[in-house]
């Protein structure tokens, strides 16, 4: 039940978190009450006055002369550019549309584990709502927010702000609430409106979901159902999380969002139109430009894995920038939490296709992560 050591690693302590994954771990046996202080200074600091502030609290310092902020490979020189999906083509094309589409798909599964995917039917106007309603609940009082602070990864309601505390203690340069909507539905009662809007945006996403993981195991070689079925998605887990990156005064210094992976099968990512996503591709960093009404999807671990190593789980950051804020939601669709996640054995066998990862139930992937005893994604890439 432990994965096979294709991607675990001694190192897996070094930094690597998301709003979806390792944010929700404890560090309280690793932070000193210095720290804590510092933190909760900055917090206030930062959605106070952060636009007055002319540099940032030391606990924040993520680029240093060993770690570079190193500048993302300028558009015109990079050949390659992040694919996009037809959706509309995907659920409603002829027959050979629909298999070009799915190869489409499987090949910027392989190549980029992210693409973009468009004309998707989900309206612009639930979308921009819920990035309002997003930025409305960051600006509730910090007392309001802080009775949702969670502590454990499986919390279904979880505001906090990020600690890289195992190895350096910086922190990231973000607020966040995550609260899960399946199986059971959860949201923050504020602020008004809330739970409607996210319930309906829920399930428009959902649909989209589910479509596009019957397109990925097509382009698999497997039946359309397989991954809906294999993965006991009608009692998966979806869990939606708003990311606010307020502007930061020393944007080349802190950082977002770290170099990380995305546990489960599928994230669907919008945002308010400001730009911070990069992705790792060929061992460059490349910003992930989108238009407000098109979905940025990744691939995610248990994606990876029940693909046997086929589809990749791209690591992906966000960086922040001087004078906007920028709202991110990502919405990670996840298999049901007692599912074992294999590789398919459609795509295994003992000559040429050996199983690159032993079984583990998701469950236990996500206590583990929270553990951090293991960090599958960080040996490789
Ligand atoms: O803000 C972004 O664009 C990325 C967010 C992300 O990767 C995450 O929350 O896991
Ligand atoms: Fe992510």
Redesign the pocket.
């Known amino acids: 039940m432990i994965p096979i050591p294709k991607h675990s690693s001694v190192s897996a302590v070094a930094s690597s978190s998301?709003?979806?994954d390792s944010d929700n771990q404890n560090y309280s046996h690793l932070i000193n009450p210095n720290i804590i202080i510092i933190i909760m200074i900055s917090i206030s600091q930062r959605t106070q006055t952060s636009g007055g502030l002319t540099s940032i609290p030391t606990a924040y310092n993520y680029f240093t002369p060993n770690n570079i902020h190193d500048q993302p490979v300028s558009d015109e020189l990079f050949e390659d550019s992040i694919p996009t999906i037809d959706f509309s083509l995907l659920t409603s094309g002829t027959p050979e549309q629909r298999s070009k589409i799915v190869n489409e798909l499987g090949k910027a599964c392989q190549d980029w584990g992210f693409f973009l995917v468009i004309n998707h039917g989900v309206p612009d106007s639930l979308m921009k709502v819920m990035i309002e309603t997003c930025e409305e609940f960051f600006k509730l009082t910090e007392e309001k927010k802080q009775e949702y602070a969670g502590k454990h990864i499986l919390d279904p309601i979880f505001y906090g702000t990020s600690i890289n505390g195992a190895a350096t203690q910086v922190l990231f340069w973000r607020d966040f609430i995550k609260f899960f909507v399946r199986p059971k539905f959860h949201c923050p009662a504020k602020p008004t409106g809330f739970r409607d809007i996210s319930m309906e945006y829920s399930k428009r996403t959902w649909e989209v979901a589910r479509e596009l993981m019957k397109g990925i195991s097509m382009s698999l070689g497997l039946e359309e159902g397989y991954i809906e079925k294999a993965m006991n998605l009608d009692s998966g887990l979806q869990i939606v999380?708003a990311?606010l990156y307020p502007p930061c005064p020393e944007p080349k210094v802190a950082i977002?969002?770290p170099p990380?992976s995305?546990h489960g099968l599928l994230t669907l990512?919008i945002?308010n139109g400001q730009r911070?996503?990069q992705v790792q591709h060929k061992g460059n960093w490349v910003n992930v430009y989108s238009n407000p009404n098109a979905f940025v999807v990744n691939i995610g671990d248990h994606m990876e894995i029940l693909s046997n190593g086929k589809y990749k789980s791209a690591f992906?950051r966000?960086l922040v920038n001087g004078t906007d804020a920028r709202i991110?939601i990502?919405i990670l669709f996840g298999p049901e939490l007692e599912t074992v996640v294999n590789p398919a054995p459609e795509l295994v066998d003992n000559e040429t296709n050996p199983p690159a990862f032993a079984g583990m139930k998701y469950r236990e992937y996500l206590e583990m992560l929270q553990a951090k005893t293991i960090n599958a994604k960080l040996s490789q890439k």
């Open positions: 998301s709003s979806c999380a990311n977002g969002l990380h995305d990512l945002h911070g996503l992906h966000a991110s990502p």
